[in-house]
């Protein structure tokens, strides 16, 4: 997972590595974020990392704002760049100097994608004094406005973040992983497709509950949990889809020591509803033992061996 801290000099290496600490926190506690300072950087390397921020900037603000962002250079006395603004609506432009390229700064990208700009950046680039802001939100593949000297409100942003771009990747995952249909998580050629890297994406599979919250609202049960042992016997499954969620074509797999037919069925649950499915069990042997019922939609295949696994005891003799 890619991801860049942008910042200011000395005085905002504090608030990066505050950055840092929590993204280990929030998103993936193995990131390795690069540091970049802006004044750390002299000729050529200055004006690629420049660039790169610009365009990472440029990239979440809609065209029809008018604002275009670019970097500038001079070479009197040796090479120094500069932030420039060009507002073509009213044919307007705005450069930010040395100091005044601090108000830029810090700023977080991830995964390709500028997501958190220091507080009164919105107001800085608005020409009209008349845009609420000038930026998409960060729910639209935006950014946020965030204090970075506040630690708190520095602590939610990052939260979100991961919240939101953890939804996006999983969503991408899942997609991928229904267009090459495979049933296990390739996770090198994965993570080279999807322009991240496989450790993020083994901890991501881990959160699939939790980007799919309904896993944990289903429930089974048995309408008799005593069966002979060395003979069939049919049971009736009830399965209970507590969440609001439509789960269409939901397969139920069953293990246990015990011939179960069918061992794995696909069924459609309304909302907030139950469906009952016959099942015909012939136990191996006299005791108590547990069933295991794992529930599976479509699409997570691929993610079968991190969802939560739901044990009924059956007792035979």
Same mark, same amino acid.
């Given at each position: 997972?890619?991801?860049?801290?942008?910042?200011?000099? %000395?005085?905002?290496?504090?608030?990066?590595?505050?950055?840092?600490?929590?993204?280990?926190?929030?998103?993936?506690?193995?990131?390795?974020?690069?540091?970049?300072?802006?004044?750390?950087?002299?000729?050529?390397?200055?004006?690629?990392?420049?660039?790169?921020?610009?365009?990472?900037? &440029?990239?979440?603000?809609?065209?029809?704002?008018? $604002?275009?962002?670019?970097?500038?250079?001079?070479?009197?006395?040796?090479?120094?760049?500069?932030?420039?603004?060009?507002?073509?609506?009213?044919?307007?432009?705005?450069?930010?100097?040395?100091?005044?390229?601090?108000?830029?700064?810090?700023?977080?990208?991830?995964?390709?994608?500028?997501?958190?700009?220091?507080?009164?950046?919105?107001?800085?680039?608005?020409?009209?004094?008349?845009?609420?802001?000038?930026?998409?939100?960060?729910? %639209?593949?935006?950014?946020?406005?965030?204090?970075?000297?506040?630690?708190?409100?520095?602590?939610?942003?990052?939260?979100?973040?991961?919240?939101?771009?953890?939804?996006?990747?999983?969503?991408?995952?899942?997609?991928?992983?229904?267009?090459?249909?495979?049933?296990?998580?390739?996770?090198?050629?994965?993570? %080279? &497709?999807?322009?991240?890297?496989?450790?993020?994406?083994?901890?991501?599979?881990?959160?699939?509950?939790?980007?799919?919250?309904?896993?944990?609202?289903?429930?089974?049960?048995?309408? &008799?949990?005593?069966?002979?042992?060395?003979?069939?016997?049919?049971?009736?499954?009830? $399965?209970?889809?507590?969440?609001?969620?439509?789960?269409?074509?939901?397969?139920?797999?069953?293990?246990?020591?015990?011939?179960?037919?069918?061992?794995?069925? &696909?069924?459609? $649950?309304?909302?907030?509803?139950?469906?009952?499915?016959?099942?015909?069990?012939?136990?191996?042997?006299?005791?108590?033992?547990?069933? %295991?019922?794992?529930?599976?939609?479509?699409?997570?295949?691929?993610?079968?061996?991190?969802?939560?696994?739901?044990?009924?005891?059956?007792?035979?003799?």
């Amino acid at each position: 997972m890619k991801a860049e801290i942008f910042y200011y000099g %000395e005085e905002q290496r504090r608030a990066a590595l505050r950055v840092k600490q929590l993204l280990r926190a929030h998103l993936y506690p193995a990131l390795s974020p690069v540091m970049s300072d802006i004044i750390g950087l002299t000729g050529e390397a200055s004006a690629k990392m420049g660039w790169r921020y610009v365009k990472l900037l &440029q990239a979440s603000i809609p065209p029809e704002q008018g $604002i275009q962002i670019s970097i500038k250079s001079t070479h009197v006395l040796g090479y120094s760049s500069y932030i420039h603004i060009y507002y073509p609506f009213v044919y307007s432009q705005r450069d930010f100097q040395i100091e005044s390229r601090k108000k830029f700064f810090p700023a977080l990208a991830i995964h390709n994608r500028m997501v958190l700009v220091p507080k009164g950046l919105a107001q800085l680039l608005d020409y009209s004094k008349e845009i609420l802001t000038p930026f998409y939100p960060i729910e %639209e593949g935006g950014v946020k406005e965030v204090d970075f000297n506040d630690e708190l409100t520095l602590g939610d942003a990052i939260a979100r973040v991961g919240e939101i771009l953890r939804k996006e990747l999983f969503a991408e995952l899942r997609a991928y992983s229904t267009y090459r249909s495979f049933n296990q998580v390739e996770f090198s050629r994965v993570a %080279e &497709q999807l322009d991240t890297d496989e450790g993020f994406l083994r901890h991501l599979c881990g959160t699939v509950v939790t980007e799919c919250p309904f896993y944990k609202e289903l429930t089974c049960e048995l309408d &008799q949990n005593e069966i002979q042992a060395g003979q069939w016997s049919k049971v009736n499954l009830t $399965i209970h889809n507590n969440s609001p969620s439509l789960l269409r074509d939901i397969t139920v797999e069953i293990k246990g020591p015990a011939e179960i037919l069918p061992s794995r069925i &696909q069924t459609t $649950i309304p909302p907030t509803s139950k469906q009952q499915v016959p099942i015909a069990l012939k136990p191996k042997e006299i005791g108590d033992f547990p069933l %295991e019922f794992v529930f599976v939609l479509p699409e997570d295949e691929a993610f079968a061996g991190w969802l939560p696994v739901h044990h009924i005891w059956v007792h035979s003799e």
